[in-house]
């Protein structure tokens, strides 16, 4: 994987339920040297979030948490991890909170726009 000088700025997003394939891609994209690389565990569609990839990843918030201090570790490129934003109501988990770890990553919260129901 290369990004060209004028694919820049670009980040590169990966997403998974297995932590060990997700250490992989994390160190296979950041040979691309993006701007960053952003860990996807915020997705609550049913065919992603159903197989314990993105918001799936709630079911064992310490397990995510784990995951990624490890990417983070083991990459030399800034990381984000979008937490999930449940659609209603609009809470994450306590628990997921206090667990964010001390490391050198950015926790974002990836904004839902949702059109009114007609």
């Known amino acids: 994987m290369s990004l060209a000088a004028d694919?820049?700025?670009t980040a590169i997003q990966i997403y998974g339920a297995d932590p060990a394939l997700l250490l992989a891609a994390a160190?296979?994209?950041?040979r691309a040297d993006p701007a960053f690389l952003d860990l996807n565990c915020g997705c609550w569609v049913p065919s992603v979030a159903g197989r314990g990839a993105g918001a799936g990843w709630l079911r064992?918030?310490?397990?995510?948490?784990?995951?990624a201090r490890r990417i983070v570790a083991a990459v030399d490129?800034?990381?984000t991890?979008?937490?999930p934003v449940p659609p209603e109501p609009p809470t994450v988990p306590a628990s997921v909170v206090s667990a964010v770890p001390p490391v050198p990553a950015v926790l974002v919260v990836e904004p839902v726009i949702t059109a009114p129901r007609v």
């Open 60 to 67: 064992d918030p310490a397990a995510m948490v784990e995951m």
């Open 77 to 79: 490129v800034p990381v």
């Open 27 to 30: 160190r296979i994209a950041a």
């Open 81 to 83: 991890v979008v937490p």
């Open 7 to 9: 694919d820049r700025p």
